[in-house]
């Protein structure tokens, strides 16, 4: 047995060690292995339905009649629904395929009528038609998702589809970059903001993967902003400050709140130390290479240490808070 366990019972009283060995040392396998591996199973169905749905009109394009594919995809729409709605155990395997379907009907429309639309307006109707089913499902999965949909409906919609070009390109004016940074802040909040309403919530409350996503996301953003301001602007201070502000109120949320999340905090500490990299080395000028590179390695060591005792202090913090929380609740 672990030695740390011995450690966690040096503290309990005799019930409750008693509790934790009998848990140490059962055997079996989990209760919900069979649940789980049914669950695994329909998803990865779900997925692989669409998925070689999409395939094979692309592979076929050329063969099959417009009118064909159009009905051919659109009939698996309608199947993946009406199996929602009839089958409960395979609603959310049902969904996931109709969710990734109805893009490939999306892009299929665009793609053969020409409509002369952005990309951006796919991707926002797409978020907007799976909506329904997203908030009526009320899972994670189908939210994280629907999360990334939207994420690249805004990424298209602002015309930068990935970071690098953000970082080569000449920097936007603050007018156009604040409201953008904030955009993508709602979007990060959507998770939170749904678990406020009962009534379309997770099962669990927060949605712990849509959460993350989000979060990983907007801070990528706000740090690709904030350097790339900081770098190729005089101005860019303000840029880099509201990005710096803005990471520093996701640690403490996921820190202190109720939205209090490990994965969460390791995120934006990750983002917190891209910034602060950034900053030292916007203000230090460097005369040679082998000095850049010594003070860019004891930087990282630096930064790498300082984030690695403040997580373990942190972890160990919400662990005992954890532990409390559950004996309050058995008493």
């Known amino acids: 047995m672990d030695q740390s366990l011995y450690k966690a019972a040096a503290g309990l009283d005799a019930a409750d060690a008693r509790q934790l060995y009998a848990l140490a040392t059962s055997p079996g396998e989990p209760a919900a292995l069979a649940h789980r591996l ?5 998803l990865v169905a779900g997925l692989l339905l669409a998925s070689g749905l999409i395939f094979w009109i692309a592979a076929n394009w050329q063969e099959q009649t417009r009118m064909f594919k159009l009905g051919l995809i659109e009939a698996a729409l309608a199947l993946s ?3 929602a709605c009839l089958w409960p155990r395979a609603r959310l395997a049902a969904l996931l395929c109709a969710h990734l379907v109805l893009g490939g009907l999306l ?5 053969t009528y020409q409509t002369g639309a952005d990309a951006w307006q796919l991707f926002a109707t797409w978020a907007a ?4 089913w997203t908030l009526i499902a009320r899972s994670d999965l189908l939210w994280t998702l629907w999360m990334l949909v939207g994420a690249m409906g805004l990424a298209s919609w602002q015309g930068r589809i990935h970071g690098l070009d953000l970082l080569l390109s000449d920097p936007e004016p603050l007018s156009v970059v604040v409201p953008q940074m904030l955009l993508w802040l709602g979007l990060a909040l959507v998770p939170w903001l749904v678990s406020r309403l009962r009534g379309i919530a997770c099962a669990r409350g927060l949605g712990r993967i849509s959460h993350r996503l989000g979060l990983a996301l907007v801070l990528m953003i706000w740090c690709t902003y904030g350097v790339s301001h900081w770098f190729h602007e005089a101005r860019g201070f303000v840029v880099f400050a509201m990005a710096c ?3 520093a109120g996701t640690a403490y949320l996921s820190l202190q709140s109720r939205l209090q999340d490990f994965p969460s905090l390791c995120l934006a500490t990750l983002a917190a130390n891209v910034l602060a990299m950034s900053a030292l080395l916007r203000v230090i000028e460097f005369h040679d290479v082998a000095g850049a590179l010594f003070l860019c390695l004891m930087l ?4 790498l240490w300082a984030s690695v005792t403040g997580l373990l202090a942190a972890q160990r913090r919400m662990r005992a808070q954890a532990w409390a929380r559950e004996k309050e609740e058995a008493a």
Not at 129 to 132: C, I, K, P, Q, V
Not at 300 to 303: I, K, W
Request: aromatic residues 8%; glycine residues 16%; positive net charge.
């Open 300 to 303: 990282g060591l630096a930064g």
């Open 245 to 247: 502000a803005l990471t």
């Open 129 to 132: 038609l799976s909506l329904l």
């Open 38 to 42: 049914r669950w695994g199973l329909l």
């Open 81 to 83: 629904i009406a199996a």
């Open 107 to 111: 892009a299929f429309v665009g793609q």
